[in-house]
Each structure stands twice: as structure tokens, then as C-alpha cells.
């Protein structure tokens, strides 16, 4: 993604002082070179990508051209995936809260969904129960201990009865075959990988001891740092895996076990895709000085950004007049909140006007900004040499038709 002070002002004029930038191109290659990482130690490997990280449709249909899938976690979602024209075959559904109604019809056009809880299993049985001629495809959500000092609340602890009862109603049940076995833990560290793979491949042989057969997939779930330029990297106390990493904690375990390359093996990355996918530009409205502490005011908000606890990769484009020279100034966000800082204790020359660009902005970012105060910016893909228009702007009947007034 080339920008400069040029691009910047022409982008100004067509859309704003605020503005997502989108490198739809850079999302691809990480794509690719994630799957690279797996499939040389295992072939029979794919994604699954995360749509709550960043669901702009662009990058959701370049992982289904590539051949991955959806994995989504509500009917929202699934809509998303079904409307780009993913076939339901390939969309995951997981989540610990799902529409029943929109479930049926994805399982009943062959998509998957991850049973989470006994509630779940409830409502399942009854779908099954109402449609008799259809084989539908269900995965267990599995959860363990990974030795991360955390207690995941997601899916079924492996060690009590009712993991044992949900491969028992699927073992007893005519019409529902068990697809998958899933697991998920937010930890990032790669020391945690072989764990999943292990323990997942441990019960992939005991549901088979229940059941009589083998899921045809495994999904070890998401959980993957992305890439971070090495001013953010310094700022974590931990390191920061390459995706060869990740692929070498895990993939051996499967090639090892199946030298004829099954079951499927899945992952479910977003941020490992889409962080360093997008910037946000914002140009400064207003630079003051209180009580000898100096304050930046941005057309922008940490929620443009969702970053919080270390200050993020940032581009100063000179755009502005009367520029100074600052030693510890903070870059703060437009909303009536006092943590709204996106960067804390900058030093450089600044000026009212100029641009500041924040890169590694394409996680939870866009997906996660409220309609607070102001309705968010508009989405600009500038990848390849060419700009377009992802998103418009959002406008007050956007946010507000649904509303009486």
C-alpha cells in the first residue's frame, strides 16, 4: 500500500479528513502464505476465515475465490456469506448464541453447525426431528485445558458428562453426522498449538471409540498474531510468531498421524489476515496546551483503531501549516471520552491539518466501531495502483431509521 502526500490530499477531497484505508491485495498474500506455511507439512489443510475480525464483503469474497471457508457466528454473518455467494457446504457456523431458524436453513442446504451447549443440542434435535430425509452436519465444540491459566467459556469441557452425551445424542441420532470436532482459545502464544493438536487428535479417536467413525475435520480453531511492524512488536512482552511458526507447533502432529493426509485440517484466523490489511487516516483539527501538557484532537477515535495499551505504528504527512515541534503529546480521538487517546506521548513535528495514518488497523477495528457521537468513515481500497470505494460513509438514516421519531 503506497501512500503519499498526494494521494492523501486527493483522497481528502473525495471523501473526508477521515477515511479507512483498504489493501485487499496484502489480505491475499497473507492468505496465501498462511496456507503455504500449513500445506507443505500438511496438504490436506484450510482456512476458515473469521468474519467477526473485519466482514468487509471484498475480503470475505477473496477467501472464498481462494477456495477457503466462512466461519461465522451469527445469522448476521451467515447472511454475509450466503449473499457474496458462498456455498452453505462451506460455511462454519460456531458462537455460544445462535438464530435456529437461520441455523436450520444452513444445515439443511449443508452447512455446518457447531453445537456449543446442551441448550443447543435441544434445539438441534428438534430440526432433525422435522426433517427426517435430511443428513445434517453438526461439529462438537470442544474445550480443555491448554495450560494458559484460562478458562475458556466456550463449547463442552472434554472431561465432564455432557461431552460424552452430545457424541452419544449424535451416535443415536438417525439423520445428524458428526462433521468436525472444533476447539478455540484466544491465547496467541504459539507454545499453545501443540496442545490443541494433540489433545484434538486424542478425541478425534475416542468419539470414534463412541461413534464408529472419524469426523472428517478437525479445526484447531483461531488464535494467530498477524503482521506486526516492529514498533508495535517491541511493545508486547511476549514474541510474536511468524506463520511458519504456528504451522511447524501443529501441522507435524497431523502429517505424523496421517501419512495419507486425512482428516481435513481447519483454522479460523482474522486478525492473522486482516490486521496489517488496513490504515485509518485522520487528519488533526485542533492542537492545545493544558496546564503544560499538549493534546492533539483528531478526526478519528481509538475505535477506529481498537488499540488500546500501546501506541500503534504511525505515518505523520505534513498537510498542515504552522508545524512545531512536540516532546510529549497526545493524539486524542474526537469523542466526550477522556480514554479516548489513540497515541500517548508522541514526539515529532505537527501541525492543524496535517494527516496521521495508523497502520495495522484491520482487526475488530471497523466491525467494532460504535455509532457513537459520529457515524464512522467511509473505506478506500488503494491496493494494485487503483482506488475504490468499499464503503461509503455512514449517514445519520443509516443509523437512525429504525427509530420513531
Known amino acids: 500500500m503506497e501512500i503519499s502526500i498526494e494521494k492523501l490530499r486527493a483522497l481528502s477531497e473525495r471523501y473526508g479528513d477521515a477515511f479507512y484505508l483498504l489493501d485487499s491485495k496484502q489480505f491475499e498474500d497473507n492468505y496465501q502464505r498462511l496456507k503455504r506455511a500449513f500445506t507443505k507439512i500438511y496438504p490436506h489443510f484450510n482456512i476458515a476465515y473469521s468474519y467477526k475480525t473485519n466482514y468487509i464483503p471484498k475480503l470475505c469474497k477473496i477467501v472464498d475465490r481462494c477456495g477457503g471457508y466462512a466461519e461465522v457466528v451469527s445469522d448476521m454473518e451467515m447472511e454475509i456469506a450466503l449473499r457474496i455467494g458462498v ?144 514498533s508495535l512488536k517491541n511493545q508486547f512482552p511476549v514474541h510474536i510468531p511468524e506463520y511458519d511458526e504456528y504451522a511447524e507447533a501443529a501441522a507435524p502432529l497431523f502429517s505424523d498421524s496421517f501419512p495419507s493426509a486425512a482428516p481435513e485440517l481447519l483454522i479460523e484466523p482474522g486478525t492473522a489476515l486482516a490486521g496489517d490489511s488496513m490504515k485509518f487516516a485522520g487528519r488533526i483539527k485542533a492542537i492545545k496546551s493544558i496546564r503544560g501538557k499538549h493534546f492533539a484532537t483528531i478526526l478519528g477515535s481509538q475505535k477506529n483503531i481498537n488499540m488500546s495499551g500501546v501506541n500503534p505504528p504511525i505515518t505523520v504527512y505534513p498537510l498542515g501549516k504552522d508545524r512545531t515541534y512536540y516532546t510529549d503529546i497526545d493524539l486524542a480521538g474526537y469523542t466526550c471520552i477522556e480514554s479516548d487517546v489513540l497515541y500517548r506521548n508522541y514526539t515529532g513535528e505537527l501541525g492543524v ?53
Request: charged share 25%.
Open 87 to 230: 456455498k452453505p457446504e462451506k460455511i462454519i457456523w460456531n458462537g455460544p448464541v445462535k438464530n435456529y431458524e437461520k441455523a436450520r436453513q444452513l444445515l439443511i442446504a449443508g452447512g455446518t453447525v457447531n453445537l456449543d451447549s446442551m441448550e443447543e443440542i435441544n434445539e438441534i434435535k428438534k430440526i432433525a426431528a422435522e426433517y427426517p430425509e435430511h443428513s445434517l452436519n453438526v461439529g462438537i465444540r470442544c474445550n480443555f485445558n491448554i495450560g494458559d491459566g484460562l478458562i475458556s467459556r466456550f463449547g463442552f469441557d472434554v472431561n465432564q458428562t455432557e461431552f460424552i452425551q452430545a457424541v452419544d445424542f449424535i451416535k443415536t441420532s438417525k439423520n445428524i453426522h458428526l462433521f468436525m470436532l472444533q476447539c478455540h482459545f484466544a491465547d496467541r502464544k504459539v507454545q499453545y498449538w501443540p496442545v490443541r493438536a494433540k489433545e484434538m487428535l486424542r478425541l478425534r479417536e475416542q468419539v470414534c471409540d463412541r461413534l464408529g467413525y472419524f469426523p472428517e475435520k478437525v479445526d484447531l480453531g483461531g488464535g494467530i498474531f498477524g503482521n506486526l511492524q516492529e
Open 353 to 405: 491539518g496535517d494527516f496521521l495514518v495508523f497502520s495495522n488497523c484491520g482487526s475488530y477495528s471497523i466491525v467494532m466501531k460504535p455509532p457513537f457521537i459520529l457515524p464512522d468513515f467511509p473505506v478506500v481500497d488503494i491496493s494494485g495502483g487503483h482506488i475504490e470505494l468499499i464503503k461509503r460513509r455512514e449517514q445519520f438514516d443509516d443509523l437512525f431509521h429504525t427509530y420513531s421519531f
